[in-house]
């Protein structure tokens, strides 16, 4: 089985600022990460995924998240949020194979950025 | 486009009567898989397909059936909801577990 823990609730932070949204996980098997973001009203969208290779991902608005095995952490990050960026932003990891019918989720974290 | 439909987008009903959710993709994807989201609890898996006729149950099953009769479609049912399944819900397809999930809109349900 899965768990991802999402250590902050709510963070609030100025435009222009960076931005760190944790996440850990745990799994007794290997998983892919994943990083979805839910904008006001509306549903989820995919912000970026690890499969393999490069331990850093990025995604196409600035966002970029680094997965750490040893912390089984895969944090994201911005360095410089914008207005539009507030949302609740979810962290979720989906195991491989044959088993990896489910998307497992954190709790969320809604992100406020304030002008 | 590609996109993963869910209606209602919100529907309020009373205790017991029967309802149905509605999903359909144009993706060809082989997994499909229903979560309601509570606050403070994320999004909870309820019932996934891995294929046609192929069917099981995830972490909060109870009170929900689905079915996947075609490869577009897989269904919710609540057949006798209660307030405790006042929540929204979301739809998602997969291509194979190799991918992450594409989500519907949501459908906000009310039960009263």
């Known amino acids: 089985a899965q768990s991802v823990t999402q250590l902050d609730s709510q963070v609030p932070v100025f435009e222009e600022a960076p931005v760190e949204l944790r996440c850990n996980y745990s799994s007794s098997v290997s998983v892919y990460l994943f990083w979805y973001v839910q904008y006001p009203n509306q549903g989820l969208q995919l912000l970026l995924k690890y499969l393999s290779g490069s331990t850093l991902v990025e995604s196409i608005n600035g966002f970029e998240a680094e997965f750490n095995k040893s912390q089984t952490s895969f944090h994201l990050r911005k360095p410089s949020v914008h207005i539009s960026d507030t949302a609740e932003y979810f962290c979720a990891v989906r195991p491989l194979g044959a088993a990896g019918n489910k998307l497992t989720f954190g709790g969320g974290t809604r992100v406020l950025v304030k002008p | 486009e590609a996109q993963v439909t869910q209606n209602p987008r919100y529907l309020i009903t009373v205790t017991g009567k029967k309802l149905t959710v509605t999903c359909s993709q144009n993706?060809?994807?082989?997994?499909m898989s229903w979560y309601r989201q509570d606050p403070g609890l994320g999004l909870r898996q309820i019932y996934y397909s891995m294929n046609v006729e192929v069917t099981d149950k995830g972490d909060v099953p109870e009170g929900y059936k689905v079915s996947r009769k075609e490869k577009r479609n897989f269904p919710l049912i609540l057949e006798s909801p209660s307030p405790n399944q006042t929540s929204l819900y979301f739809c998602?397809?997969?291509?194979?577990?190799?991918?992450?999930?594409?989500f519907g809109s949501g459908t906000r349900l009310t039960v009263v």
């Open positions: 993706m060809n994807h082989e997994y």
């Open positions: 998602a397809s997969s291509l194979d577990s190799n991918y992450g999930y594409t």
